[in-house]
């Protein structure tokens, strides 16, 4: 098992800006990928923005050009820049990593962080 620690929610006001941040135990470049997804109140869970052990990241439309992904390996963490915040970014936002061995896919998860925004 990997532990995830996310940390960086809040309240905020709409426009406003927050930095999420997701700590590793393990080195994050033993991860084939790691992102950030979310998930309101009576909604799926939605992929927010991913980051791949070579770097290239993906964003879900509704934040593009808001949010940036990162990664500090110094820091072993996987970084989410969050800017131009709406109510509807409202949501706890959960860490995400996948490693791979034998040929098996693993999945990883934080806790998550709740980030609310009032408009």
């Known amino acids: 098992q990997v532990q995830l620690t996310e940390s960086g929610g809040g309240l905020v006001q709409a426009g406003g800006s927050l930095r999420l941040s997701c700590a590793s135990q393990?080195?994050?470049?033993?991860?084939?990928?790691m992102g950030w997804y979310r998930q309101a109140p009576g909604k799926q869970r939605e992929l927010v923005a991913t980051?791949?052990?070579?770097?290239?990241?993906n964003y879900t439309d509704s934040v593009k050009g808001r949010f940036t992904i990162s990664k500090d390996s110094a820091h072993n963490s996987v970084i989410l820049r969050m800017s131009n915040l709406r109510p509807e970014d409202t949501a706890v936002y959960l860490c995400?990593?996948?490693?791979?061995?034998?040929?098996?896919?693993?999945?990883?998860w934080g806790q998550g962080t709740q980030v609310t925004v009032a408009s």
């Open positions: 995400n990593a996948h490693s791979r061995a034998r040929n098996l896919l693993y999945a990883y």
């Open positions: 393990r080195i994050i470049a033993d991860f084939e990928d």
């Open positions: 980051i791949t052990n070579g770097g290239l990241t």
